[in-house]
Structures are given as structure tokens and as C-alpha cells.
């Protein structure tokens, strides 16, 4: 863009001069290229039933780079319906905070807060306390909403700031200012954490007050640790720190609705198989990970090999890598035989591009390739 220098003033011409001066790129010229690099700095703060974000994006040469913090927050259901953890249940409130640059995956990190109220029907007591609880977490949610709009201001007043008439390249003082609104969205999101973990532990105390002191409540209610990640297409990879127990791997696909349903689980066992969901915190009703469908024989092997020749809503099948004819054990498809968790893991691990899959099958249907894997002359 033009850099002309203004040869006198501009505030010194005339109402006639003030046109002839456009003309000659006094002025003109230099509020158009820093009105453009404004224009293209913006930072947008947008909100889901799931999703917190704030995108960022800056001028970078010929097109534009991006930056987005989330924050995220579900109601986490899980059981393990096969394998050694069979029966095992996770449920609580899922918090997690992303960073995502140039519409990559996002890297998403943070814990699983298990939830208080055992199954049963809840008192009138405990529904008082849960909606209590609600109402507190909502409180929470609305004061960081606030903190990421008034954080967002800021950025964007900067990004503003920084921006060079004419530059196409980020400024140092564009990347400063976004820096920072990182690390201080980063800090605002553990405090908020902190704050959602306390409010948990709150409740488990209160409505379970013979288990306050217990050791083993102590550690559930600090939560486990989860990291993953989250692709362009809205596959979820997460794994979900159990302590002493391990470690599951949870594998699936956020819905058009923001949630995920039907997701795999694997461990914390080998050969622990089971389904997971993340609905919206808050959400009326919190559904039981999706029962496994009643199937008094077991798995069944039939199934397992028209799924493994067809798999609904995918186009490629496990036939399409594997061959038609397991039993010739074409790329070890045979490690899968009885094993339905290492079938989950070659998935959930995109061994050799396995991770299309992710979040295709169900655990049962998993466990039925599993049981034709076991008998591939079927
Ligand atoms: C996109 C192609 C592709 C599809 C679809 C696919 N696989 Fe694979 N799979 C591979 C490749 C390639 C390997 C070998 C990867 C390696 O060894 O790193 C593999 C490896 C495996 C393994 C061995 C994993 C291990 O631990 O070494 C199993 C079991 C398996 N696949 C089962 C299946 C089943 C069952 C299906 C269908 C549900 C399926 N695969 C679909 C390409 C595919």
C-alpha cells in the first residue's frame, strides 16, 4: 500500500483542498490501509450449548491465521459393558480447555468431575441440592462468560493498536497482545476450573455427608485427568486418567448438536469395552451411557460379518483395507479375533487410517466383528 507522506498537514487544507487531497493520497491513502488492517484483526467470541471460543484472526501474508481458546463443558456418562472393568461407570461433569491454531485439531485438556448422587430415586432433598448446584454452576458460566468478553475487548483493542497501515504481516505488538490474551484466558479458564471442582466437592459433601472424610472420595471429587483432542471434522480422541486404575480411552464423533453419543470406550483394562456420551452441562435429563442392547447370547458373529463387509454411514469397511477374506490376516486384521478393544484402539490410534471409523461402531457392534474375526471361515 502507499506510504506517501503527506507533504504539508492535512488539517491545513481547505474544504476544496480536502478533495484534492484524497486525490493525491494525502490522508486517504494512509486511514484506507489502516482501516483494512483493522477490518481484518477480528475477534469473535462465540457461544454454544458446549463451547465457549474466542477466534482471533490476524492478517499473515496472503491470507489470514487464526487462533481459537475454548473453553468446553459436558455431562460425561460412561460404562463398561465387556472385558474385566464390566459394569464400571464414569459420570460427572466434564470441563476441558482448548487452544486451536489455523483450523487444525484442538488440543483440548482438563478433568472429569465425577458426580455425587448414586442411582436411585433423589430425595426432595437432593433435588433442592441439585438445583442449588445448577443454579451455582450456571452463576459461574455467566461470570466467565463476562471475564471472556471483557478479555476479548481488550485483545481486540490491541490488535487494533498494533496493526501497521499497510502491514500484511502480523505486528509484534498484534503478537504480544495475543500472547497474552492466552495465557490470560489459560489462567481464567484454571481458576474456573478450580472454582467448578470446588462447587462439585460442595455438593458431594453436602449430600453425601457420611463420605466427606473418605480418602477415596477425596481424590474422586479433585477429578481425573483428561486430555485429547478434537479434529476439523469433530472427532473426539480423549484419554481419561483413572490413578491407580489406569487409563480409558474414550473415541468419537460430536453430533450436529454439539454432543457426542454412542462413543467408544476402551480399558482400563485390556479388553474393556464400552460406550460413552457428552451431552450439554445442564441439560434437563442426564442420560445413561447408552445401554449395551440386550443380547443374551453374546456377541454375535453373523452381524460382526456384515459389519465388517458393510459398515453403516461409512463408505470404506473394514473389507475395504482388510480384504473380503479375513481369514488371510491381511494387515493383522486377526489381532482383532475375540478382541474387540484392539480393534477400538487401532481406530481410536488411526492405525494405517483406521481412524475414519471413529465413532461408526458401537461397542456391541464392535464386539460382533470381534466374535467373526474369532471365526473368519464363517
Ligand atoms: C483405511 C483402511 C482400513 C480400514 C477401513 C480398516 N483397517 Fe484395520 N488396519 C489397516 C492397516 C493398514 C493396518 C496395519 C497398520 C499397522 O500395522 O500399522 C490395520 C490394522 C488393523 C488391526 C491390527 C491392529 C494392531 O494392533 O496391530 C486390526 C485388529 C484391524 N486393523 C482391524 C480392522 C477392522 C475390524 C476394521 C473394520 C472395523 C478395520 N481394521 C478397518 C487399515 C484399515
Given at each position: 500500500m502507499r506510504n506517501r507522506k503527506p507533504a504539508r498537514p492535512c488539517f491545513q487544507w481547505s474544504a476544496i483542498g480536502l478533495s484534492a487531497a484524497m486525490l493525491l493520497g494525502c490522508g486517504g491513502g494512509g486511514d484506507s490501509s489502516l482501516a483494512q488492517s483493522e477490518q481484518l484483526a477480528t475477534v469473535q467470541v462465540s457461544e454454544t450449548a458446549t463451547i465457549l471460543s474466542v477466534k482471533a484472526e490476524l492478517p499473515d501474508?496472503?491470507?489470514?491465521?487464526?487462533?481459537?481458546?475454548?473453553?468446553?463443558?459436558?455431562?460425561?456418562?460412561?460404562?463398561?459393558?465387556?472385558?474385566?472393568?464390566?459394569?464400571?461407570?464414569?459420570?460427572?461433569?466434564?470441563?476441558?480447555?482448548?487452544?486451536?491454531?489455523?483450523?487444525?485439531?484442538?488440543?483440548?485438556?482438563?478433568?472429569?468431575?465425577?458426580?455425587?448422587?448414586?442411582?436411585?430415586?433423589?430425595?426432595?432433598?437432593?433435588?433442592?441440592?441439585?438445583?442449588?448446584?445448577?443454579?451455582?454452576?450456571?452463576?459461574?458460566?455467566?461470570?466467565?462468560?463476562?471475564?471472556?468478553d471483557a478479555l476479548s475487548t481488550t485483545l481486540r483493542r490491541a490488535l487494533a493498536e498494533g496493526a501497521v497501515p499497510g502491514g500484511d504481516e502480523p505486528s509484534t505488538a498484534q503478537k504480544e497482545a495475543l500472547a497474552a490474551f492466552k495465557v490470560s484466558f489459560m489462567q481464567r479458564m484454571t481458576e474456573y476450573h478450580a472454582a467448578l471442582s470446588?462447587?462439585?466437592?460442595?455438593?458431594?459433601?453436602?449430600?453425601?455427608?457420611?463420605?466427606?472424610?473418605?480418602?477415596?472420595?477425596?481424590?474422586?471429587?479433585?477429578?481425573?485427568?483428561?486430555?485429547?483432542?478434537?479434529?476439523?471434522?469433530?472427532?473426539?480422541n480423549l484419554t481419561v486418567r483413572l490413578g491407580d486404575k489406569g487409563k480409558v480411552l474414550a473415541t468419537g464423533t460430536i453430533g450436529a448438536d454439539g454432543s457426542v453419543q454412542n462413543g467408544i470406550l476402551t480399558g482400563p483394562g485390556s479388553g474393556s469395552v464400552g460406550t460413552w456420551s457428552a451431552m450439554p452441562a445442564g441439560a434437563t435429563a442426564l442420560p445413561p451411557a447408552p445401554?449395551?442392547?440386550?443380547?443374551?447370547?453374546?456377541?454375535?458373529?453373523?452381524?460382526?460379518?456384515?459389519?465388517?463387509?458393510?459398515?453403516?454411514?461409512?463408505?470404506?469397511?473394514?473389507?475395504?483395507?482388510?480384504?473380503?477374506?479375513?481369514?488371510?490376516?491381511?494387515?493383522?486384521?486377526?489381532?482383532?479375533?475375540n478382541n474387540a478393544s484392539a480393534i477400538a484402539a487401532a481406530?481410536?490410534?488411526?492405525?494405517?487410517?483406521?481412524?475414519?471409523?471413529?465413532?461408526?461402531?458401537?461397542?456391541?457392534?464392535?464386539?460382533?466383528?470381534?466374535?467373526?474375526?474369532?471365526?473368519p471361515n464363517l
Open positions: 501474508g496472503a491470507g489470514t491465521s487464526s487462533s481459537e481458546m475454548q473453553s468446553r463443558l459436558y455431562t460425561f456418562a460412561a460404562k463398561v459393558s465387556a472385558g474385566p472393568d464390566a459394569g464400571l461407570e464414569l459420570r460427572g461433569t466434564l470441563v476441558l480447555k482448548g487452544d486451536r491454531e489455523d483450523d487444525g485439531a484442538t488440543e483440548v485438556e482438563g478433568r472429569l468431575l465425577p458426580d455425587v448422587v448414586e442411582a436411585g430415586t433423589p430425595s426432595s432433598a437432593s433435588a433442592d441440592l441439585k438445583s442449588q448446584f445448577e443454579a451455582k454452576r450456571r452463576e459461574l458460566k455467566v461470570a466467565l462468560r463476562a471475564d471472556v470446588a462447587l462439585i466437592a460442595d455438593f458431594r459433601a453436602s449430600s453425601q455427608p457420611n463420605m466427606g472424610s473418605d480418602d477415596d472420595d477425596d481424590k474422586a471429587s479433585e477429578g481425573y485427568e483428561v486430555e485429547g483432542t478434537v479434529d476439523a471434522q469433530g472427532a473426539m445401554a449395551p442392547a440386550p443380547a443374551p447370547v453374546g456377541p454375535s458373529a453373523a452381524n460382526g460379518k456384515v459389519l465388517y463387509n458393510a459398515i453403516p454411514g461409512s463408505t470404506m469397511s473394514c473389507a475395504s483395507c482388510h480384504t473380503a477374506v479375513p481369514a488371510n490376516n491381511v494387515a493383522n486384521v486377526l489381532k482383532g479375533a481406530i481410536a490410534g488411526n492405525k494405517g487410517g483406521m481412524g475414519i471409523l471413529s465413532g461408526k461402531l458401537t461397542a456391541a457392534q464392535l464386539a460382533d466383528i470381534a466374535a467373526y474375526l474369532g471365526q
